[in-house]
């Protein structure tokens, strides 16, 4: 098969491609943050309330299953029970806790970091994206840059962005790789199949939340529906708290603490 070489209009429509989907792909990220702040506490205290449901069920089916066996429970091989049992379903709930920390704390960047990043990170993908210089994926330095100039972008970094562009040129220079593109004689399956992974990009979440972190009336009925899973999470609560009450009080269960 020809090879395609660097002034072919193949390779401009590819390197197009991919900076495309990098930049969908930070958008995604940004939506995400966004997503988080607005709605991740609320998220994550439905399901910390719900996993308080779980657990209190698979106490109620412990105390169940003492009852069938003549009613004695000790508490320390309940609490071990219970918490191997839970382990998952705390271990995400941690996860949610963290994430929402993160997007937290994550600054908001003016529309000029925004769009100078875009424009660094542009020039900087044409000189090392791994998928434009075959040249990256050889040496070490190039490839710890590359991955330092992909988290500057998404920081909006700017300052960041331009040190690393004269990094960048510098360790070019040295390796005597500059302006090398690759010759690609799949490059129309290549273009092909990051175009699949732009569609792929823009019709699933997190990119598609966008409605509800651009929309003030979505963002509030959001906010509503979460609400109000909390409260009915938290009516089913007290109801099986109820439960074990009763059983403890009345219903043969008995606690034997060495």
Known sequence: MELIKSGDSKYTEYEDLLLE????????GQIWTVYLQMFGRLISDCFEEKLACVKCKK???????????GGA??????????????????AELRRMLRENEEADSAGVSTPYEVERSKKLYRR???????DMNPETDRSDVLRELWNRIMAAYHRNDVKELIELEVLVRRV???LGAGGVRAELPDIGERAAAVRAEIEELTHSE?????????????????????????????????????????MLQSGGIQIHVE
């Open 21 to 28: 989907r990098d930049q969908l792909e930070k958008e995604a």
């Open 124 to 130: 900087l993908a044409k000189l090392v994206h791994p």
């Open 172 to 174: 070019l220079r040295e």
């Open 206 to 246: 997190p990119y598609t939340l966008r409605y509800l972190v651009e929309d003030e009336e979505a963002a509030e009925n959001k906010k509503k529906e979460l609400r109000e899973e909390l409260e009915s999470y938290q009516r089913y609560h007290r109801e099986l708290n109820a439960v074990i009450l009763g």
């Open 59 to 69: 106490t109620i089916a412990y105390y169940q299953h003492a009852l069938n066996h």
């Open 73 to 90: 429970v000790e508490p320390a091989a309940l609490e071990k029970y219970l918490d191997r049992e839970m382990a998952a379903y705390y």
